[in-house]
């Protein structure tokens, strides 16, 4: 039950009275306000700051610090309040908690002390309702990330017993473990560089021989640069076998994409040694040589920023798929009309379709090379459309992928949303745990015996039970439930009276079940239980005896389903001892139960109706024949009560 | 020539409607939303002696009802809806908004379709503070939906069925379809003296105080203020 509305208790229980004609039960006593206080105004003092409350605005809340009797310990006799020394800020949005029932979080405050405040006063984070739940859970994710980052900063400490290979690889991955590694890193980084810049001046126009044109570098000089190309290449090879070797899954390895623009990198190289100065080859070796600029990307390994560039690009691929599909289309489009506006004027550029695609492609980057342009009219305010739409379609996807590579940046890339989904379904199930609490504390009431001491209609049974029960029940009392706790077992216990069911655990309801066709029973006499269930009033009793000849052989099986419900579930209750000897207090059967026979003994009550005023047996078929192991059954004196479903 | 001008007129102005409402989107809508929200009612109750001389309340006991009410509704009426939620958190195992609806029903005694603290208070004074006989009286008046002074087998199947829906579906024993039925029958047994297949308020006043359980019960509550 949400504590916000415990103001509306009074009027549950007053509309309860709508019920009592059409119950067959007698009802359970209603528990007592023992210390019937008024209201009263109760000071926490806070580190000085006054906050005042009704006392039962904090009591809506019994398994928190405030509303439960641990607060008695931060009692000062002399001042007559309640000192807590903490943060009188942080426990403004806690006192607001017990008075509107929501538990906000303020965005300036800092989450680790939220947290601990929270923590202090018992209250659990998940409540944090829904408004400011978000918020929460980013920070307290950042705050998470933030710490990890900082622990891993300091795991580089090297660790004992590390072998070759890993302390290889750990040097592979972290250049900056130790100086051999830094070494290392350095070293292949400036081959990167040379390498690349070797490729690049190949190419540039050396100074010539007078009588000849220009010819690149790469020609002039053939071996020096051949050298170069070598060593480089040697580097390489080396630095990726000794990868290979000291990567501890080797096969996931050579997947990487890393490795494989290593491999990349050095094949061509290879593959030129290999093949002769062939003509026909030539052409595809000189190809091959492009590859080569693959090496650039080693860089990769050196930047954290190509990495992440690379990641959200990859992450953004939806987008970047939808950028070009949506491109497409326009371009084909656009070439389509244009080529048929054109199609009229002589020499003209826009030869067909494809040959538009260019046209419309530098138009719509708003390039205009200048190259292709349109001369008829038709031609031109196509043209126009075409480049207005050029900048609409290339300029929406572009500000995504922008905000994608920002927040990557400054979030260091997790799978976000699947931890997200984890962590609502976590959310979700500690709230379901938290509040079927609620729900289920009324259940767990029952399996302690608490509400049968509260029967209404039994002078003799509270007569005689005073002596020993009351210790028990106050004893129970100051252990488990408030007033208002007890107060709402009991608006439930009297709606189990008026339907005459009773609420049970799921658990049980299905276990009771699921057993059914596994438990056998020597056959009780059939009219045993009732046709439905449990009913035991003056009024049922007629109909009782109306409908015993008629349902006799149907409920049969049905009392078998219940009886070895009752059975099983009391199989599974027997550690709990206690309170069986308690409920079955006034059978006469104190101590310690037989299992099997405090099973029957509860269904012999089960049948026998109430109230002592009532001649004694209920009807002429009840059930104390075949109970053999109960022998001093109650007598119409002793009435029973209500049987508990465990 | 005039009509065809009228009809670009028109179509030139529609034209710019339609482009306007293409520029301002639905601004307007939420403008007029916005008015709406301002008319909501915000009711006030009567003064503290007035209603003290009117139930059987004293002033501390108004004075603490009237915080939880507030509470939970801070305008001051409690619709239908809310009534329902609220009353639903006290009973989570089942589905106890049929209930809650009869129950809405019997303490809106003006039929407007929300409860001031006035009928609130009324009501709750009459069941935790009344005699027996108004208790039955209203209680009469719960169970007769159509409010017609006769309370039908139908009605009270009704009010069966929604009491037996607040219990939910794990009960012990299990809950079979005709359990309301048969219950509604047992009830009808005892309270319709003259067998003519309805209750009446005198039947049912005097089938009730004789039933000694049902006067018990009916103390049950006193002291829940």
Not at chain 1, 203 to 232: H, K, L, W
Not at chain 1, 314 to 328: H, N, Q, R, V, Y
Not at chain 1, 405 to 415: E, K, L, M, P
Not at chain 1, 520 to 536: A, R, Y
Request: with cysteine; aromatic share 10%; charged share 20%.
């Amino acid at each position: 039950m949400a504590a916000g509305v415990a103001a509306w208790l009074p009027f549950a229980r007053a509309a309860a009275i709508g019920w009592m004609p059409v119950a067959n039960l007698p009802m359970p006593v209603a528990p007592t306000n023992k210390n019937k206080h008024q209201d009263e105004l109760i000071i926490l003092n806070v580190s000085g700051r006054r906050f005042q409350t009704w006392r039962n605005t904090l009591d809506r809340y019994p398994d928190t610090l405030l509303g439960s009797s641990e607060k008695e310990f931060f009692f000062n006799e002399e001042t007559r309040e309640y000192f807590f020394d903490r943060d009188p800020d942080l426990f403004r949005s806690i006192l607001n908690f017990y008075r509107t029932g929501k538990l906000h979080y303020p965005r300036y405050e800092c989450i680790s002390a939220y947290d601990e405040e929270l923590a202090f006063f018992g209250i659990i984070p998940e409540i944090i309702s829904d408004c400011c739940y978000e918020e929460y859970k980013d920070r307290k994710r950042e705050n998470i990330e933030r710490l990890m980052d900082d622990l891993e900063d300091n795991k580089d400490s090297k660790l004992p017993n590390m072998t070759f290979r890993e302390t290889m690889w750990r040097a592979f991955e972290n250049p900056h473990t130790s100086t051999m590694a830094l070494v290392f890193y350095y070293v292949t980084g400036f081959f990167i560089a040379i390498s690349v810049i070797t490729n690049v001046v190949e190419t540039v126009p050396c100074g010539s021989m007078p009588n000849q044109r220009d010819i690149p570098c790469g020609e002039r000089y053939t071996e020096a640069f051949f050298c170069m190309d070598t060593a480089c290449v040697m580097i390489f090879t080396v630095e990726y076998l000794m990868r290979l070797f000291a990567a501890p899954s080797r096969y996931r390895f050579m997947r990487s994409v890393m490795s494989i623009i290593d491999v990349v990198a050095i094949l061509p190289y290879y593959i030129g040694l290999v093949m002769t100065n062939n003509e026909d080859v030539s052409g595809a070796f000189v190809t091959l040589r492009v590859f080569r600029v693959f090496r650039i990307f080693k860089f990769s390994r050196h930047s954290q920023g190509l990495r992440i560039l690379g990641y959200t690009l990859k992450s953004c691929a939806s987008e970047l798929g939808f950028l070009l599909f949506s491109l497409t289309m326009a371009i084909i489009i656009f070439a389509t009309v244009m080529f048929y506006a054109e199609k009229g004027s002589s020499s003209s550029k826009f030869t067909s379709i494809p040959a538009s695609f260019w046209y419309t492609i530098v138009t719509m980057t708003t390039l205009g090379y200048g190259d292709m342009v349109p001369k008829t009219i038709a031609g031109k305010i196509f043209g126009s459309i075409c480049s207005l739409s050029g900048v609409l379609v290339i300029a929406l996807p572009v500000p995504v992928i922008v905000s994608n590579f920002s927040r990557i940046y400054h979030q260091n890339q997790r799978a976000d949303k699947r931890r997200a989904q984890k962590v609502q379904k976590a959310r979700l199930a500690r709230m379901r745990i938290s509040k079927s609490g609620s729900s289920n504390a009324f259940v767990h009431s029952k399996r302690n015996g608490l509400n049968q001491s509260l029967e209404l209609t039994l002078p003799y049974y509270k007569m005689k039970l005073s002596p020993q029960g009351s210790l028990e029940e106050d004893q129970q009392l100051k252990k488990t439930t408030s007033l208002l706790e007890s107060q709402h077992h009991h608006l439930l216990h009297c709606l189990e009276k008026t339907t005459n069911h009773e609420f049970v655990d799921e658990r049980l309801y299905e276990q009771g079940y699921l057993q059914t066709a596994l438990q056998n029973f020597p056959s009780q006499s059939p009219s045993l239980s009732s046709e439905e269930g449990i009913t035991g009033t003056c009024c049922s009793r007629r109909t009782k005896k109306n409908m015993q000849p008629l349902s006799a052989t149907h409920t049969h099986t049905h009392n078998l389903q219940e009886l070895s419900a009752l059975h099983i579930q009391c199989g599974e209750q027997q550690p709990l001892n206690t309170s069986r000897s308690s409920l079955n207090l006034m059978s006469d059967e104190s101590g310690s139960l037989n299992c099997k026979s405090s099973g029957l003994v509860t269904t012999a009550i089960i049948s026998i109706p109430t109230p002592p005023s009532n001649n004694s047996r209920a009807s002429p078929d009840a059930p104390p024949p075949p109970n053999p192991d109960a022998p001093p059954l109650p007598n119409p004196g002793t009435d029973v009560v209500k049987i508990s479903a465990l | 020539m005039s009509g065809c001008a009228r009809r670009c007129k028109h179509g030139l102005v529609k034209f710019a409607l339609s482009v306007s409402k293409l520029v301002t989107g639905t601004l307007i809508k939420d403008r007029v939303d916005d008015d709406l929200e301002l008319s909501v009612v915000c009711h006030r109750p009567e003064g503290l002696e007035q209603l003290e001389a009117q139930t059987n309340f004293n002033k501390k006991e108004l004075q603490v009802l009237y915080r939880g009410f507030k509470n939970e509704c801070p305008s001051g009426v409690v619709n239908e809806e809310t009534f329902k939620q609220i009353y639903s958190q006290f009973f989570p195992h089942g589905d106890a908004s049929t209930y809650a609806h009869y129950l809405f029903n019997a303490f809106d005694s003006s039929h407007s379709g929300s409860i001031k603290f006035e009928d609130f208070v009324t009501a709750l004074s009459i069941l935790l503070r009344g005699t027996t006989t108004e208790k039955l009286e209203w209680t009469f008046n719960l169970y007769d939906i159509n409010k017609d002074g006769y309370i039908t087998k139908e009605e009270m199947t009704d009010i069966v069925k929604a009491i037996y829906d607040m219990m939910g579906r794990f009960t012990y024993p299990a809950m079979k379809t005709d359990t309301p039925k048969q219950h509604v029958d047992a009830f009808f047994q005892k309270m319709d003296k003259n067998r003519d297949g309805v209750v009446t308020l005198d039947e049912f006043i005097f089938s009730c105080q004789e039933d000694e359980n049902i006067m018990r019960s009916l103390q049950l509550f006193e002291n829940v203020i």
